[in-house]
């Protein structure tokens, strides 16, 4: 692994990427609870340091599946604020024109292919991407975000397996945030870490701490110019916590007494805004000014979602089957 520090630009853009995913956040939880959009929604507060960290290292041209915890993987990759926010109102202006809502979002333009509330099945659909690519003869991979949970369904084992039989150019991206729903890591999975899934089909398997940007950054390049190379898959297991509910409005009465307080000091934004300012790879006044500067868009964003249309009526059968070639 290259363990070198990515350059001043670089090191600031993982930030810029997990200040939008929180101020974002923040955001949509204010505006759902005024009741200003009606919209089931998962937070990933506590988890923006790992799509933030491995976006960086994509290009438009790279594929993303993720799930219906999904801001941060979108935003990361560069979904345009005002499109997500009007998909998540289903609004005409959204991404998908408000017929996805929030399980469903899909943003091709910059690679984010699915968005599915089946948990697991994120990683065969990266799979078939992937696979696309290869035999087009592409550079480009598939990213499948999924959570601890989902590691534990058929489809992951029957995606690992697969991905590393064909070489698929797959990075597998599981976002260990301690729970599944309401059940805890440990009364649900019987692997010490679901990086040791990967042995069993013969690929590499790392956990990094899914909480510092630069660990998973490197972890990601490697695999990422792994799968370029054509070698293969790569598990990469980053650990983390989540702060709010499963679903907005669960009061996480299941989790223990003090479990998230102490989660909670270890937050990546402001842990990795002071590790930033103390090396000297930013100024504060830089950052804060880019944080200001993203409320303001978010500002804008929520606008444009309230005040756009309704999709048509006539959009309704529109886009939904694909039309065969030569029809
Ligand atoms: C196939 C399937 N089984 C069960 C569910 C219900 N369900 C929704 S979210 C969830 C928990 C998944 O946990 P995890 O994979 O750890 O992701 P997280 O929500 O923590 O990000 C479950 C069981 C579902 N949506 N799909
Ligand atoms: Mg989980």
Known sequence: MNLTVPDRRTLVDIYRRMTLIKQNDEHFRAVIK??????????PRGQEAIPAAVSVLLTNEDYICTIYRNIHDMLAKGVPMRELWAEYAGKATGTCKGKGGP??????????MVTTGVVGSSMPIANGLALA???RGEKRI??????????????????LNLAAVWKLPVLFVCQNNGYGEHTRYEIATSAARI?????????PGVTVDGNNPLAVYWAAQTAIERARAGAGP???????????????????????PGEKEAAMKKDPVPLYRAWLTAHG????????ALEAGIDKEIDAAVQFALSSPDPDIGELQRDVLAVPVGA
């Open 195 to 203: 990086s040791d899934r990967a042995a069993s089909y013969r690929i």
């Open 133 to 135: 690519a290869q035999i």
């Open 34 to 43: 005024a009741g200003k959009i009606v919209a089931p929604y998962y937070s």
């Open 281 to 288: 790879h930013a100024s504060d006044a830089e950052l804060t």
């Open 234 to 256: 790569t598990l990469l297991e980053a650990c983390t916590f989540r702060f709010q509910g499963h679903v907005f409005g669960d009061a996480d009465s299941y989790m223990q």
């Open 142 to 159: 598939a990213v499948a975000y999924f959570g601890d949970g989902a590691s534990n369904i058929g489809a992951f084992h029957e995606a």
């Open 103 to 112: 399980m469903h979002i899909t943003h091709p333009a910059s690679g984010v």
